[in-house]
C-alpha cells in the first residue's frame, strides 16, 4: 500500500507570561512525527538582515521580524502579512493607533504597545537630528520630523518650531488643534512661545488627515494675518507648511513631494 503523506499538525498550546492576550501563544508543531519550531526561520531573517540591512528583505519580513522581539513564541509572518492588508504600509502600521492595531486578529495590547514605543523612538530620534542641526535653511530639512509627529493624528494639528537668528531651533510645539478637517489658528498661542524663548523666526506647520497638501483660501488668510502680527514683534514667519502623510506643501516655497 501507498505510504500516507507526511501531515503537520498542532501538538501543544499553551500561555506564558501574565499576558492572556493571543500574544502568548505558543504552538508547536509536529512534522512526521518530529515536533519543531520556528526558531530557524527567524534566524534566518536575523541574519539576512545582519548581512544586507533592510533592503534584503520585503517589507513584511521586516515587519515580521520586528514583531518576534514582542512576540517571540509564535510565527509572526501571518500576522505580519495581516497588518499590510489591513494598513496598506508599514508607516500606515506605525501611525495607526494601539486600539486600531488591535482589530487585526492576533495582535494583541502588548504587541500593540510595543509597535507604539517604536513610533515614539523613531519620533524623538528625529526630533534630536533637528535639535542639534547648526542652522535649518530649507523647509525640506524639518519634513521628515514633521511627517512622522503629525501623520498619526486623527484631527488637524498646528504645531511651530521656533528658531533664533541662525536658524538654530530653540524649541518646537504643538500650539492648536482642531477637527478632521478645520482648525483654529490663534496668533496669541503661536506668538506666546516665540517670545518666551527669544525665537526671531518660526515655522508653522498644520496637517490635514485623509486630505490634500493643499492650502485653502482659510490657510492663506492667516498666514498673511500671523506674518503682520509676528512682524510687529521682529519674529519672521519662515514658512507655514501643510503636511499629510506623503506631501508637504510649503506657502513660501511651493510643494514639497
Known amino acids: 500500500m501507498p505510504k500516507k503523506p507526511k501531515q503537520s499538525r498542532a501538538i501543544e498550546t499553551f500561555t506564558y507570561g501574565d499576558d492572556e492576550s493571543t500574544d502568548t501563544v ?4 509536529e512534522r512526521g512525527g518530529k515536533a519543531v519550531d520556528v526558531s530557524g526561520h527567524r534566524q534566518r531573517l536575523r541574519e539576512r538582515f545582519a548581512d544586507g540591512g533592510r533592503k534584503a528583505l520585503a517589507d513584511y519580513e521586516l515587519l ?3 514583531l518576534t522581539y514582542a512576540i517571540p513564541r509564535i510565527d509572526t509572518k501571518p500576522l505580519a502579512k495581516r497588518l499590510l492588508a489591513a494598513h496598506g504600509s ?4 506605525l501611525h495607526a493607533s494601539a486600539e486600531e492595531l488591535q482589530e487585526t486578529d492576533g495582535l494583541g495590547p502588548n504587541s500593540a504597545a510595543f509597535l507604539k514605543i517604536v513610533q515614539g523612538f523613531l519620533t524623538r530620534s528625529l526630533e534630536c537630528e533637528m535639535e542639534h542641526r547648526e542652522s535649518i535653511r530649507r523647509p525640506e530639512e524639518v519634513v521628515d520630523f514633521l511627517r512622522m509627529h503629525l501623520a498619526g493624528k486623527s484631527r488637524e494639528t498646528v504645531m511651530a518650531i521656533y528658531l533664533d537668528d541662525a536658524k538654530r531651533v530653540l524649541r518646537h510645539a504643538e500650539v492648536g488643534s482642531g477637527t478632521v478637517d478645520k482648525t483654529a489658528f490663534y496668533p496669541r498661542e503661536i506668538l506666546a512661545p516665540a517670545l518666551e524663548c527669544g525665537a526671531t523666526g518660526i515655522i508653522l506647520v498644520h496637517n490635514h488627515p485623509g486630505g490634500e497638501a493643499i492650502p485653502s483660501d482659510a490657510d ?3 498666514t498673511r494675518k500671523l506674518e503682520a502680527l509676528a512682524k510687529e514683534l521682529d519674529i519672521r514667519l519662515l514658512d507655514h507648511l501643510i ?3 506623503g506631501k508637504t506643501f510649503s506657502l513660501k516655497t511651493g510643494r514639497l513631494i
Do not use: G, S, Y
Not at 505558543?26 to 508543531?29: E, F, G, K, N, S
Not at 508599514?90 to 502600521?93: E, K
Open 220 to 222: 492663506h488668510a492667516m
Open 243 to 245: 503636511t499629510t502623510p
Open 26 to 29: 505558543l504552538t508547536v508543531m
Open 64 to 66: 515580521e521580524l520586528l
Open 90 to 93: 508599514l508607516h500606515a502600521i
